[in-house]
């Protein structure tokens, strides 16, 4: 590669880092612990999960189900409940060809979905149409409503009641923040549920004959890879 080349290629790269690390020094943990809490809060009360979003977000909400579902999990409890809305390339196309693109998530949210689910929202502009309907569906249907956005206050924002908004304009830079997100939500939430499912040592002294039955796993869950 030529000198200049190199030199341009190298200023690029210090600057996508720059505004990268910039974008993460500026993201609000509070913001993320909350996240995770709701995520918590949703396995406990046997509620689900719809995540949903568009293009490099599509994909970051798929992962992110992916890690929910098996990295998130731990022996003995029972696991969160996580879906993405645009796995099903039939149903998404089917909805956007024959009803609009804007109904993809919203017309799936009016089908699945029940008062007191989870919904995620993951947009850099925060105002695509089909996400801005799917937020507003989320929030006349009883759903609460987590919003993942690049800097913006507008579109999905407002009618989320978590924002999780990323300082930046190159969507490159909002879409590793999103996952850097997810990645620390699902291992807050997976540490959380490590502490619950530590139990007190075993009595050495003989159990009674009339004592309760031993306590059997719902779910068994092997560790993550």
């Given at each position: 590669?030529?000198?200049?080349?190199?030199?341009?290629?190298?200023?690029?790269?210090?600057?996508?880092?720059?505004?990268?690390?910039?974008?993460?020094?500026?993201?609000?943990?509070?913001?993320?612990?909350?996240?995770?809490?709701?995520l918590?809060?949703?396995?406990?009360?046997?509620?689900?999960?719809f995540?949903?979003?568009?293009?490099?977000?599509?994909?970051?909400?798929?992962?992110?189900?992916?890690?929910?579902?098996?990295?998130?999990?731990?022996?003995?409890?029972?696991?969160?409940?996580?879906?993405?809305?645009?796995?099903?390339?039939?149903?998404?196309?089917?909805?956007?060809?024959?009803?609009?693109?804007?109904?993809?998530?919203?017309?799936?949210?009016?089908?699945?979905?029940?008062?007191?689910?989870?919904?995620?929202?993951?947009?850099?502009?925060?105002?695509?149409?089909?996400?801005?309907?799917?937020?507003?569906?989320?929030?006349?249907?009883?759903?609460?409503?987590?919003?993942?956005?690049?800097?913006t206050?507008?579109?999905?924002?407002?009618?989320?009641?978590?924002?999780?908004?990323?300082?930046?304009?190159?969507?490159?830079?909002?879409?590793?923040?999103?996952?850097?997100?997810?990645?620390?939500?699902?291992?807050?939430l997976?540490?959380?549920?490590?502490?619950?499912?530590?139990?007190?040592?075993?009595?050495?002294?003989?159990?009674?004959?009339?004592?309760?039955?031993?306590?059997?796993?719902?779910?068994?869950?092997?560790?993550?890879?």
């Open positions: 590669m030529p000198t200049d080349q190199a030199n341009g290629g190298n200023r690029q790269l210090e600057s996508y880092l720059g505004e990268l690390a910039r974008a993460l020094a500026l993201l609000d943990r509070s913001a993320v612990t909350r996240y995770a809490e709701q918590g809060l949703a396995r406990a009360e046997g509620r689900q999960v995540l949903l979003g568009n293009g490099g977000s599509s994909a970051t909400a798929s992962h992110h189900v992916t890690d929910l579902l098996k990295t998130s999990a731990v022996p003995d409890c029972a696991p969160l409940r996580a879906f993405c809305l645009s796995d099903s390339t039939p149903l998404t196309t089917a909805i956007a060809n024959d009803i609009a693109y804007e109904e993809v998530f919203a017309y799936q949210l009016a089908a699945y979905a029940r008062p007191g689910d989870l919904v995620v929202a993951l947009s850099c502009s925060g105002t695509s149409p089909n996400v801005v309907r799917a937020g507003d569906m989320a929030r006349r249907n009883g759903q609460r409503l987590v919003a993942l956005t690049g800097d206050a507008a579109g999905v924002a407002p009618l989320a009641d978590l924002h999780i908004r990323v300082a930046s304009s190159n969507h490159g830079v909002i879409e590793d923040v999103h996952m850097t997100v997810c990645h620390a939500a699902s291992q807050l997976r540490a959380d549920l490590e502490r619950q499912s530590i139990r007190p040592a075993r009595d050495a002294s003989p159990r009674r004959e009339d004592g309760p039955p031993p306590q059997t796993s719902l779910v068994n869950v092997p560790e993550p890879a």
